[in-house]
């Protein structure tokens, strides 16, 4: 028999500047967050509050009432959408007596879940590493039973919580050890690929339908109705179309190919731990020749979601201007659940995205004229001059 899941209740602060439905769609995006890592929903609450409570963060008289409507509806552990300390987290489980999750736990644990290959686990666990480093205080107990307390202890005066942080650090050391080996492994099979073939990377807000993008250009990857399916970079061939200019009927007539990498899906406040320990798998965001970038356009939050995605590009090193900027092309996805006048609107307010239905292939050859188009295919070959080759030393030693 399985446990059955875990019931939460789902709570978020509304300061004065708030708006009532923004806290409410983030609340939604909450309970998908929640119900990804396999908790039940039991209901969620707006808790109104000029300021932050220093200790409580929602401050406890709001806190008393949340905790009587949890033993109501008999749920264990509360999701709090807002980023708290460690000591707000522990003060928070003391009123209410309820086991406290923040944003941050939640996502990490969520990529805890699906980490799959050597380097997202240790990518995950980098990650875990540096959140709970300044949450250690009074959380430390477990360890000294497991450690047997004193024998750990490095030296007189040394106390348990110091331990333990020195415990932390030196396994944040191993593991970003551990992940630079990784990305030079990464930086070879890069190199190993099918040479002159462009690589485009498929971006966007988790759940948007990336994966689906990559088995409808490439015919492989495993779609899911989850948030954070894909943790990995997976990179594969698609085909474009003949080498042929339709308007002129000159070309070579030979099959053009690209290659598509599936990444990470980005999300509200993702985790900044998360963000950086996920830096070497984004590169092949950085280095890619073009960006598909893939957004829900049914989903209510269209433009939030693009906000937060063109922020996260920036944070990772993808600019949109300038010299280094990557061509890109807004793919807005799953236009299959919208009616006619709404695309028509969407079609004004983003004129040069191309709208797609992965599922039924819908909006693909527009996708692959545009790669086509775009990425002016392996470069030709040349003869490299006298200032270009490396000098012709003598060895010195
Ligand atoms: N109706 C409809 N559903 C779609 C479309 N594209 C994807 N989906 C569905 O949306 C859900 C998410 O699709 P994925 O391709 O896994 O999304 P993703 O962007 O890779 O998500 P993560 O890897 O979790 O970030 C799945 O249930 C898909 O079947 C589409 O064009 N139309
Ligand atoms: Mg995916």
């Known amino acids: 028999m399985t446990d ?5 209740l789902l709570i978020a602060r509304q300061g004065p500047e708030d708006r ?11 309970g998908e967050l929640a119900r990804s890592s396999g908790f039940e929903v039991a209901g969620q609450r707006r808790l109104k509050r000029h300021a932050v409570a220093p200790r409580t963060f929602y401050g406890s008289g709001q806190l008393e009432a ?4 949890a033993s109501r509806q008999e749920v264990r552990l509360l999701v709090c959408d807002d980023e708290l300390s460690g000591s707000q987290v522990n003060a928070i489980e003391k009123v209410t007596n309820l086991r406290c999750l923040d944003r941050t736990g939640l996502i990490l644990g969520i990529f ?8 997202a686990k240790a990518q995950v666990e980098l990650a875990r590493c540096e959140y709970e480093l300044p949450r250690l205080k009074g959380a430390w107990t477990h360890l000294e039973r497991q450690g047997g307390g004193v024998g750990l202890r490095g030296g007189p005066g040394e106390t348990q919580i110091e331990v333990d942080r020195r415990m932390i650090r030196t396994r944040i050391s191993q593991l970003k050890r551990e992940l630079t ?3 030079q492994v990464r930086e070879t099979q890069r190199q190993g690929r099918p040479r002159g073939l462009p690589r485009v990377a498929l971006v966007g807000y988790t759940n948007a339908g990336k994966t689906s993008l990559l088995k409808a250009l490439t015919g492989e990857g495993e779609p899911r109705d989850l948030l954070f399916a894909t943790l990995d970079t997976t990179t594969r061939k698609a ?9 002129t009927g000159e070309g070579s007539g030979e099959p053009r190919h690209c290659l598509v990498a599936d990444t990470v899906g980005f999300i509200r406040k993702l985790p900044h731990q998360l963000v950086a320990a996920f830096r070497s798998t984004l590169g092949e965001v950085r280095t890619a020749d073009a960006l598909l970038v893939v957004a829900d356009a049914a989903h209510p939050d269209l433009e939030e979601h693009l ?19 990557q061509p890109r092309l807004l793919v807005l996805n799953q236009v299959d659940r919208l009616h006619r006048p709404q695309k028509l609107d969407l079609k004004r307010k983003h004129p040069a995205a191309v709208q797609t239905c992965a599922l039924a292939g819908q909006g693909l050859d527009e996708l692959r004229a545009w790669l086509k188009e775009l990425i002016p295919g392996p470069p030709k070959p040349r003869e490299l001059e006298a200032w270009e080759l490396p000098e012709q030393t003598t060895a010195l030693s």
């Open 307 to 325: 906000k937060v995605v063109g922020a996260t590009l920036r944070e990772i090193g993808c600019a949109p201007e300038g010299d280094e900027a």
């Open 66 to 69: 949340v905790a009587e409507e």
């Open 4 to 8: 059955a899941p875990l019931r939460c």
């Open 20 to 30: 009532e439905e923004r806290i409410e769609d983030h609340l939604l995006e909450l």
């Open 239 to 247: 085909w474009l179309g003949q080498d042929v200019d339709p308007e």
């Open 112 to 119: 805890e879940q699906r980490a799959q290959t050597r380097e």
């Open 181 to 183: 080996h990784l990305e």
